[in-house]
């Protein structure tokens, strides 16, 4: 019955805005035909990054569960504008901690910072001390506490440094690899822990998703971890590992996942990647 609301409801959103946004391409109404698949990822890609290609006036919340399966692809094409991005700070002669902080704006600019927010609001929660249910209401409050700033700086500050510790030539297939990963994991997140509480993103993207979507999400992340060489399939593995861990902590102190902790894990996992291929592979 979920499944069947979900297909019905419409949401009418204000046009939003991204540092693409002049094609304009106007999809179908509804996911109909081949159309689903370019739909389903459209909505995937201006979800996940600030990238604007579509006009489209009304969001189907199912139009969000079947886009699970793209997050990977997505993932590639973020690793490709930060690849981009460290090619031009190489050619402007960057390195060390310029270059960590000029991949971090590139970040900002290309992917936004929805990531960061659900970061910030769980490590309010997460480390206020309180009940499992007061940090549930913590996490939803608007007002951004001292452990979202700190967690925020000290974020920051790791990605940064983390970036500047690789020589410019080798972050290429490294950014790709880590939000090729980091996004796949997202897809295990969503479709493998249950809920922390009823409604919202998390929730979303699960009703109405089907256990295929995670064999199809791991088929692209392994193409595509497999055409930029081995190594990286291997760190995948190696990476999975803590990415999984802490996210059963959180399902252990909180009931659950929501949307706000699928943006700690993905950050926290970028870190973690970051830091086992400067520990393994530097």
């Not at 901690?97 to 900002?108: D, I, P, Q, T, Y």
């Amino acid at each position: 019955m979920a499944e069947e609301d979900l297909k019905k409801k419409g949401t009418e959103v204000e046009e939003e805005t991204g540092f693409w946004n002049r094609l304009n391409i106007r999809l179908p109404e509804r996911s109909t035909g081949p159309f689903r698949y370019l739909r389903d990822f459209f909505t995937c890609l201006e979800f996940l990054t600030r990238i604007r290609m579509t006009k489209r006036d009304v969001w189907f919340p199912d139009d969000f569960a079947r886009s699970v399966p793209y997050f990977p692809l997505v993932g590639g094409i973020m690793g490709a504008l930060m690849w981009g991005a460290a090619r031009i700070g190489m050619l402007a002669g960057f390195s060390g901690n310029v270059m960590g902080l000029f991949l971090v704006m590139a970040e900002l600019f290309f992917i936004g910072t929805l990531m960061y927010d659900g970061f910030m609001d769980t490590a309010d929660g997460l480390f206020s001390g309180r009940t499992r249910e007061r940090k549930l209401e913590i996490m939803q409050d608007s007002h951004v506490g001292a452990n979202a700033v700190i967690g925020a700086i000290i974020l920051i500050l790791a990605k940064v440094t983390l970036f500047g510790s690789f020589k410019p030539a080798d972050l290429g297939p490294l950014l790709a690899s880590m939000y090729i990963i980091t996004r796949t994991l997202m897809v295990i997140y969503i479709l493998k822990f249950p809920n922390a509480r009823p409604g919202g993103l998390g929730e979303m993207f699960k009703t109405g998703g089907s256990p295929v979507y995670l064999l199809l999400a791991v088929a692209f992340a392994a193409g595509m971890l497999f055409f930029l060489g081995p190594v990286w399939c291997k760190l995948a593995v190696i990476s999975c590992i803590p990415c999984i861990a802490l996210a059963f902590y959180l399902k252990w102190n909180l009931g659950g996942l929501t949307g706000d902790t699928f943006g700690f894990l993905t950050e926290c996992g970028n870190v973690i990647v970051l830091f086992l291929t400067y520990c393994f592979l530097r």
